[in-house]
Nanobody, 112 residues
Framework: QVQLVEFGGGLVQPGGSLRLSCAAS????????MGWYRQAPGKERELVAQ???????KYADSVKGRFTISGDNAKNTVYLQMNSLKPEDTAVYYC??????WGQGTLVTVSE
């Protein structure tokens, strides 16, 4: 049974930074695609960033240049570094593996 656990959400002011972590129960090497998604109130879940086959990185246009996805295989953890945060980044952020497994989500609130 694959388990993904997210950490690092919280309240931050506009322009601030947060780093989210996603700890996997097994090696992240075993997954072809690791991704971060988010769901804002009243909106559908959307893709934020992906790592494909451990190397190729893709980002939603809305976060390009501000967010960075990375992985630490030794710690079985995937990170999402979020800089220059905006109020519209407020959402529950979810970790995903191979489009099958989901974490429980962590809330990010960007507000004064």
């Amino acid at each position: 049974q694959v388990q993904l656990v997210e950490f690092g959400g919280g309240l931050v002011q506009p322009g601030g930074s947060l780093r989210l972590s996603c700890a996997a129960s097994g090696s992240i090497f075993s997954f072809n695609v690791m991704g971060w998604y988010r769901q804002a109130p009243g909106k559908e879940r959307e893709l934020v960033a992906q790592i494909i086959n451990g190397g190729i990185k893709k980002y939603a246009d809305s976060v390009k240049g501000r967010f960075t996805i990375s992985g630490d295989n030794a710690k079985n953890t995937v990170y999402l570094q979020m800089n220059s945060l905006k109020p519209e980044d407020t959402a529950v952020y979810y970790c995903n593996a191979d489009f099958r497994y989901w974490g429980q989500g962590t809330l990010v609130t960007v507000s004064e």
